[in-house]
């Protein structure tokens, strides 16, 4: 069984920066990636960015490229989303998932779909105010 918990979510005015983090725990072997969803109500969760356990790199959606980081910690027990330069359009719930698994395309790379990821965190609210 893997939980993940995140933290740091806020409220933050227009070009602030705010710093997710994700804390995981797991009785099973290591994860394939490890991402972070958003979702604004009334919407499908939407991929903002991952962390390839295989290739030990970071993977980011077009809209957030540029303006957010993923790192892994040193433990590989937590993932961190620095996110810079904050725009309205940032505002919604935030959610760590664990994707365990290799599905399509290229083998290393995490998947860009909710479905994909078999464990999710409970989500941290982050609003931007202009």
């Known amino acids: 069984q893997t939980q993940l918990v995140e933290s740091g979510g806020g409220s933050v005015q227009v070009g602030e920066s705010l710093t997710l983090s994700c804390t995981i725990t797991?009785?099973?072997?290591?994860?394939?990636?490890v991402g972070w969803f958003r979702q604004v109500a009334g919407k499908e969760r939407e991929f903002v960015a991952a962390?390839?356990?295989?290739?030990?790199?970071?993977f980011y959606a077009d809209s957030v490229k540029g303006r957010c980081t993923i790192s892994r910690d040193r433990t590989k027990t937590g993932v961190h989303l620095q996110m810079n330069n904050l725009e309205p359009e940032d505002t919604a719930v935030y959610y760590c998932?664990?994707?365990?698994?290799?599905?399509?395309?290229?083998?290393?790379?995490?998947?860009?779909?909710?479905?994909?990821?078999?464990?999710w965190g409970q989500g941290t609210q982050v609003t931007v105010s202009s």
């Open positions: 998932a664990a994707q365990t698994a290799y599905y399509r395309g290229i083998y290393g790379n995490p998947s860009h779909r909710a479905a994909d990821y078999a464990y």
């Open positions: 962390f390839s356990w295989i290739r030990a790199s970071p």
């Open positions: 797991r009785e099973t072997s290591s994860p394939y990636a």
